[in-house]
Structures are given as C-alpha cells and as structure tokens.
C-alpha cells in the first residue's frame, strides 16, 4: 500500500480544484447516478482520483466545498493501493488498465460530519465473466489539513471507527471488534478430525425452515482466485427473498437500487450478498438476523455477470490472518450444513444428518 507520508506529498502538490458531481440524497428510491470526468485539467492529470467514478449527493459536495477533490485523491489512492488488478501499478495505469476493461473505480462519498467523511469505494469485475467485484467501506478524516483514509483492514479504518460521530453505538462495538483483530473466528480443523469449524450461527440467506436451490458450490469470489468463499442460491419456496444471514450493519454497496449489500456480524465474520433486485438501502444500518436485503435477480451494479436470478452469498472476515478479505468456506457449518470444496469451483456439495446436497438440489435453511 501507498504510504500515508508519499500520499499527502502528492496531495501537496496538487492544484485543489472543484470535483463535479451529482447524486440523489442516499434515501433516493432509484440508483444513485454518477458523473465520470470526461476532461482532466493538466493540473489534476496525474490525481489518484483522475478517471475515477464519483458518487456524491449535492448537499455533500456542497459541505466539502473545494476540499472534496482532497478528499476523493485520498480514497482513490488507497482504493487502487488495495484493489487485486491494480498492484504494482501507479494510479493513472490502473484505472486506464480497468477502463480499457470497461471497469470503473467508483468512490461513493455519502455522509459528512465536521472533519469526517464516510461512504464506500470499490472496483468493478470484468463483465465478461461471472465475478464479483473488491468493495470497501471506508472512513476519512481530517487531519492538520490533510484528509487520511481508512479502508476496511486498514490500521487507519479501526482507529477512525472508535472516534468518528459518523459510526454508531452499535456497530462501533462489532466494527471495533474486528478492525483492532479482538474478534477471531476459529481457524480450520481437518475434516478427518471430524469437528467443524464454527460460524458464530451464520444462516443461509433466506428464511429459516424454507429451501432454496444450490447453484453453485463453493467458488471464489471473484470466480478465478482467491479462497472459495462463495454460494449460489435460487428458486425454492422463500418467494426469491434474500435476507440476512445474521444480524449486524447493512450497507448497500453501490447505493440506492443496486443489488450488493454487505452485513458486518458480531462475532468475526460479515457477509456480502450480489445480483439481487428490489433491494432495501441500508447505509451503516443496524439490521436483525433474516432482515430483508431484496430478491434473487441478475443485478450487475457493480460488474460481474448474471445469467439467470440468484444471489451470489460470501463469507468474509476480518481476523488477523485474513484482514477484510474473503475466506474459506470448507468445512465451515452454515444454515446447519456443513460445507465442503468439490474438485473445481462449483462443484462443491454440502452434509447434514447424513444427506449429501450437491448443485441442483433444494436444501432447506436449519437453525441447527
């Protein structure tokens, strides 16, 4: 990652310009829109934030004034320092390498408070393949006049949390938990051992005593690399209505009408939930186990690809092997079955008193 003192040297020397932008409040019913800059002036060309995507509402650019293109570099600079297709790259390569893609880098800046500012960031999949995109919530602060970003993981992200007015009581305590590594799921234990590993009670995401189908076993999230963290769901006799696997904060990922929502859960572990339509926004919201999120769908807010209407559910945590990343689901115990891998992605299949479900059967969601 950049470092905090080669960040603020080049916001230095940077010109602070206006940053257009233009969106609806957050309790808008429709998707928030966006402005992506179409000329750069010379004097912002090589900004981390040029060609980056910004999502703000009218009453927060006018809060931060001149101060926000200060602010969305910041976010931008760590975002790409972060982001798995942009390393080794300086800010200007990687959004080019992701626009030449058709991905975008979108900074959504959604509430402000004095020397605070919060929203979420993230990098879109390619839309030629069924992946998912990398997505952070983020806090900022002001600091002797210069802005310092947190990103989920991030050392700067736990410190932000314990102090910012923009973080309430309640998800201070589980955000807290997990930034400053208090909370740690248990670590793997070999199948032969015959124990499993625990999840705290993370549901499947539809309503207890109701089935769905298994689309998809365990896979990665992005549907390449990285540890096979994810399942698909569809179908079933749940109305298509996705909910939460726990409870925990909300946050609707790409705003108002977008179909990736992210729950953070006490106990060490969050869940990211995709493809969904007709969902409920949530920013930072303290939400119960099996509230609803939205319906399965093919929802591409964010990029990846859908090819018929499901929810595409990943397990994430935040303890100190795996900071703010996805995780294994093998051998992990979700909605009362126990998870196992298959010889590819995909394939995985899951046990429950003796029963074997592997993709294409209906499996009903166990409290335990």
Partial sequence: MLSRTSV??????????????????????????????????????????????VKMPSA?????????????????????????????????????????????????????????????AYV?????????????????????????SGLEGDREFAEHVAKSPLVGKAERQTMTAYAQRKATPQEQISPSVGALAN????????????????TGGAHSH????????????????????????????????CGAGGGWTRVIHPGGFSTDYY??????????????????LGNIGTDTCAGGSAT???VHWSLRTYDANYNGQYTWLNGRTIGGWAWWNGSSQYTGCATRLGVTACPGTAIYNRTG
């Fill in 308 to 310: 018929g209407a499901h």
């Fill in 60 to 120: 927060v650019a006018d809060r931060l004034g001149t101060d926000r293109r200060a602010l969305v570099d910041t976010i931008s600079a760590d975002v790409l320092s972060r982001a798995h297709d942009a390393k080794g790259l300086t800010p200007k390569a990687a959004v080019d390498k992701l626009a030449d893609e058709g991905r975008k880098v979108v900074v959504d800046v959604r509430t402000v408070s004095r020397d605070w500012a919060r929203g979420v």
């Fill in 124 to 148: 879109e999949a390619p839309r030629t393949q069924h992946g998912e995109p990398e997505g952070w919530l983020y806090i900022a602060h002001r600091e002797n006049g210069q802005w310092v």
């Fill in 275 to 292: 493809h969904m339509w007709n969902t409920t926004y949530y920013n930072g919201t303290s939400i119960a186990r099996s509230a609803l």
């Fill in 199 to 214: 999840t705290n009670g993370l549901l499947l995401p539809w309503m207890p005593d109701y089935y769905m189908t298994l």
């Fill in 8 to 53: 603020r040297t080049a916001l230095a020397a940077l010109a602070v310009t206006g940053l257009l932008v233009a969106a609806p409040s957050a309790t808008a019913t429709t998707r928030d829109s966006a402005t992506t800059p179409t000329a750069t002036p010379a004097s912002t060309a090589q900004s981390p934030s040029a060609g980056v995507t």
């Fill in 222 to 253: 992005t549907g390449s690399t990285g540890y096979w963290s994810s399942l698909d769901f569809a179908g079933g006799n749940a109305s298509g209505r996705v909910r939460s696997s726990r409870e925990g904060t909300a946050t609707s990922m």
